[in-house]
């Protein structure tokens, strides 16, 4: 029903920035919320940021808050996150993930609220 492709993932030193692309093949890309997780070596997956189906809403892990920004284009069927002033605990595998909604303003943080995952980018920051 959906399918997702994160991209932009890289090497980049401690303070410095990237920006990830998650292309979603949908014939409704505008119904799904979509997040952003990531999951180091020998940790689990953990929640990143969250958007609502119309943008209108986004919400933070506290890790990232203030640092990371998502944000999505539903013309291009896209979602993006922006990370900023990036610290080497932030190196993990980046997954993007939708979830079907008819709410115009719900996030959704669960990992096992969100049906449909894209492969993962990796993501190594450096000191």
């Known amino acids: 029903q959906v399918q997702l492709i994160e991209s932009g993932g890289g090497l980049v030193q401690a303070g410095g920035s990237l920006r990830l692309s998650c292309a979603a093949s949908?014939?409704?890309?505008?119904?799904?919320?979509m997040g952003w997780f990531r999951q180091a070596p020998g940790k689990e997956r953990e929640f990143v940021a969250a958007i609502s189906k119309s943008g209108s809403n986004t919400y933070y892990a506290d890790a990232v808050k203030d640092r990371f920004t998502i944000s999505r284009d539903n013309a291009k069927n896209t979602v993006y996150l922006q990370m900023n002033s990036l610290k080497p605990e932030d190196t993990a595998v980046y997954y993007c993930a939708a979830r079907p909604t008819t709410a115009q303003f719900t996030v959704v943080t669960r990992e096992m609220q969100y049906d449909y995952w894209g492969q993962g980018t990796q993501v190594t920051v450096s000191s």
């Open positions: 949908a014939r409704a890309f505008s119904t799904y919320a």
